[in-house]
């Protein structure tokens, strides 16, 4: 019999989880759902204890019966009483104020009390689940109060959540506070997106299969596109996305993460440092644009009215909480340049947009055409290049597009699908994404988490086309209909250079 998967992987190390803004959205929507999918499949230990931290007056009792409403409306699959019951028990509760010491010294207590409790030797996951505006304060108060000092091998480690800064001095300057109060392999930055299946194939699927690897350079393939298409609009975020727009939001971090993954060199190892080299090399290569060539390369868009799955739906600044002038974009398309030996000439489209046809995430890697075509005596005067698809939501799967003849005694050709999906492994239990993330910041792999560099050398391409759109902010919003593909400008983006985008759906 096949192993599953759970029992191939150990359980995390005993610890301790403390949540700071135990009581937000992250929190119930995806964090207590992961954890309780984790104890499900056998992968939390056995010994752990979560300790949420807020502003509100309330005690172990509260958390538990408000978390205990909560999980049922949130949760992947159905909550088992008896599961339920001893992971309520391990539930408990800090109140206190970032600015106010005392907070500090209950909290360390309380951890003492837990470590004899649970068992939890000491180990403590912090995570920061609260605004990013209070992500600073936290890290100089746990480095201050000595909650992330290492002693008698146990371990401290910190989760944080994005947007990593907003620009690339804050970014540095984050970075600072944290290198500041702990060291940098005690850093977890998280983006859920790396946890997401498909994601973590793009590594087994370059270098695990042979057929792959020789052609996956600028000989062979034509131009690589990511797409990350949302059909919803900004979903009561309206104050936030005013603060960020979708390059903050989702370019700079999310698909900066899959370029790095489609384009990075073999790693000497699966060691996390050995893959966060290579992607920090292929973001260090991505040419920064001068302001010429961002008024060229880049398109950004905002969403008006429109009809998405057959409803009306409103434009962005008639969403609440945003400004009826607002000038944030919604949509945002970029041709990037990897100028190194592998991928010189090969251009990288990316695009990520609210309120598009289609909820898709999807890579798409398009090879060159054949050099010679020789079925024109039989009528065929144009040949579709081949064309990979690795689609990452919201059915994750893999295709590849090629030519075959249709049985006939004519030469017909028809583009035929050779395509994977993880349905073909069977029915797979639904997941938040944070699973497997949860899971590595207990045993301390930090492979799918962003360093330090990485997210400065993020900042580096994208600061220059945020300080440029800011200077010179767009003058036709709204300049696309909710439920299509976006602005006309973002398809003569590829159309220009001969090619077309391979709209999903």
């Excluded at 409306?73 to 010491?101: C, K, M, N, Q, S």
């Excluded at 799955?309 to 974009?329: F, I, M």
Aim: hydrophobic residues 40%; charged residues 25%; contains cysteine.
């Amino acid at each position: 019999m096949d192993e599953s998967p759970a029992t191939l992987q150990r359980p995390g190390d005993p610890c301790a989880i403390v949540i700071f803004g135990v009581r937000g959205d992250l929190t119930k929507r995806k964090l207590l759902p992961a954890l309780y999918n984790l104890r499900c499949n056998g992968l939390l230990p056995r010994e752990f204890a979560i300790v949420g931290v807020g502003r509100r007056e309330m005690d172990d009792a509260g958390l538990r019966e408000e978390l205990g409403r909560e999980l049922p409306r949130f949760a992947t699959r159905p909550v088992a009483e008896e599961v339920w019951a001893d992971f309520r028990d391990r539930l408990h509760y800090v109140r206190g104020e970032i600015e106010d010491p005392a907070t500090w010294r209950n909290l360390a207590g309380r951890l003492a009390e837990l470590e004899r409790e649970h068992h939890t030797g000491g180990n403590v996951l912090f995570y920061l689940a609260t605004p990013p505006d209070e992500f600073a304060a936290l890290a100089r108060h746990l480095g201050s109060a000595g909650l992330v000092r290492e002693e008698n091998g146990a371990w401290r480690r910190v989760v944080v959540e994005k947007p990593f800064g907003r620009d690339l001095d804050s970014a540095r300057a984050l970075n600072e506070v944290l290198r500041r109060a702990m060291r940098e392999d005690q850093v977890f930055r998280i983006d859920h997106y790396l946890g997401k299946e498909t994601v973590q194939n793009i590594l087994v699927f370059r270098f695990a299969n042979g057929i792959f690897e020789p052609i996956w350079n600028r000989r062979y393939i034509d131009h690589v596109q990511l797409t990350v298409a949302e059909d919803i609009g900004v979903e009561g975020r309206g104050a936030f996305y005013e603060q960020a727009g979708v390059l903050r939001d989702v370019v700079q971090n999310h698909m900066f993460q899959l370029l790095s993954l489609v384009a990075m060199e073999p790693p000497s190892s699966l060691a996390a440092e050995a893959v966060r080299n290579e992607k920090v090399k292929v973001l260090d290569a991505v040419r920064p644009m001068q302001p010429e060539e961002i008024l060229q390369s880049t398109v950004r868009g905002q969403y008006g009215d429109g009809l998405v799955n057959g409803q009306k739906v409103p434009a962005y600044r008639a969403e609440p909480d945003v400004s009826p002038t607002s000038k944030v974009e919604t949509y945002a398309a970029l041709r990037l340049q990897v100028e190194n030996w592998r991928w010189a000439g090969v251009p990288f489209y990316l695009r990520s947009g609210k309120r598009l046809a289609v909820r898709d995430t999807q890579i798409s890697i398009q090879f060159r055409r054949p050099p010679l075509l020789l079925f024109r005596e039989a009528g065929v005067e144009h040949i579709d290049p081949n064309r990979l698809d690795l689609r990452i939501q919201p059915d994750e799967s893999i295709a590849i597009q090629i030519k075959a003849k249709i049985p006939g005694p004519a030469i017909q050709l028809r583009n035929v699908s050779l395509d994977f999906s993880y349905k073909d492994f069977g029915e797979q239990p639904v997941a938040t994404g944070y699973e497997r993330l949860l899971h590595d910041c207990m045993i301390g792999d930090m492979s799918l988490f962003h360093r330090s560099d990485m997210v400065e050398a993020a900042w580096k391409v994208a600061s220059p086309i945020l300080d440029l759109w800011e200077s010179l902010p767009a003058r036709d919003f709204p300049n696309y209909a909710a439920g299509t593909w976006g602005p006309a400008a973002g398809d003569e983006l590829v159309v220009r250079d001969g090619r077309r985008w391979a709209n999903p759906g």
